[in-house]
């Protein structure tokens, strides 16, 4: 059995988990994948008051997972990644969100590499993966309230946040409730247009999911023929170059969500506009947009970068939809510059 496949039968037992270091291809149990070499540095000085992720009390320090409670009651599944500090001091935090129908796991080939030089903690949004799945809350905005709950709970602080898909509007969603709160330092957008459905004066949004008739065609989808859906969604939101067994391991996940959570929550995605808020956020972002994008036409995703304030563009020019998985070496490095450096040695890296 190869290091991916090990995903499939192993990915319900948390402690066993494999995960595919891209460094030497092979497979890493879960006691393995944190970066020990870094653990044993002490700071100087109160690190607890430093930075409460020191705190020996703080849940980083009991186990490389768990479970936060968000103000609803719901339970929200959740791993961290890597040393809080390394031999330059302490490491900046990084949250990746993953987008609709997906999981943490659909990280799996980035954690590692990006937990290098960075602390790096995944979740699992609700009505997904390991997260409760309740009969309520199938709208963005409750999504960008678990990620408060998660950031507050962790005791997390000048984040860099990533978002893949619905994972950038969650991250918009979060400014529109809570605006600049201090928790999120920078942003990362990852191919997602501003608005997916066709408005009066916008034609640039989703190629699947874009007015009422195409929403009601993918929600009965979903709710006849998930298997399938789950399947042609991995082929038509990555390229040729994933191999199948790759391929295999996301579309499990996606079936290990609710397929009429998944229903409702697209009805709320699809119809969201946020060009009106985008100018309103602060941060240095990051829009990081898939050229062969079969989700998005690319000058859709541009529109992003137009709108924001403090916003550099990225395109990796042969990827599809899910670029992070198709190119998780440079997609990796991408992210660790820009948490560790901001625009400062960006384009350093992406030459």
Known sequence: MNAISSLISRRDSHRSQAIIDTSDNRPHTRDERYDQGDAGEVAQQSPQAMNPLMDAHHPFNKAPYG????????????????????????????????????????????????????????????????????????????????????????????????????????????????????????????????????????????????????????????????????????LFCSSSNVPVDVLKVLEQETLRANPAALAALMADHTALDWRPLLPTIPIPCLNVIGKKSAVFPYWGCEEVSKLLPHCRTLYFEEENHWLYIEQPQRFSRVVASFANHGFDEFLVVVE
Not at 126 to 143: C, E, I, M, N, Y
């Open 67 to 234: 479970k936060i409670r968000t103000n609803d009651g719901i339970e929200i599944f959740y791993e961290h990644f890597g040393s809080v500090t390394g031999s330059n001091g302490e490491k900046p935090v990084v949250v990746l969100i993953h987008g609709w129908s997906g999981s943490r796991h659909y990280w799996d080939l980035n954690v590692r590499l990006i937990a290098r030089s960075c602390k790096v903690v995944t979740f699992d949004l609700r009505h997904h993966g390991d997260s409760d799945k309740p009969s309520h809350g199938f709208h963005v905005a409750r999504l960008a309230s678990d990620l408060r709950d998660v950031l507050v709970s962790l005791q997390l602080k000048n984040v860099t946040v990533v978002g893949a898909s619905m994972g950038a509007s969650i991250i918009w969603s979060y400014f529109e409730l809570f605006g600049s709160d201090r928790r999120i330092q920078r942003a990362i957008f990852v191919d997602q247009a501003p608005l997916q459905n066709i408005a009066i004066d916008w034609k640039s949004g989703s190629t699947g999911c874009y007015d009422i008739a195409s929403l009601t065609r993918l929600q009965c989808r979903l709710l006849e023929d998930f298997e399938g859906f789950a399947r042609d969604n991995a």
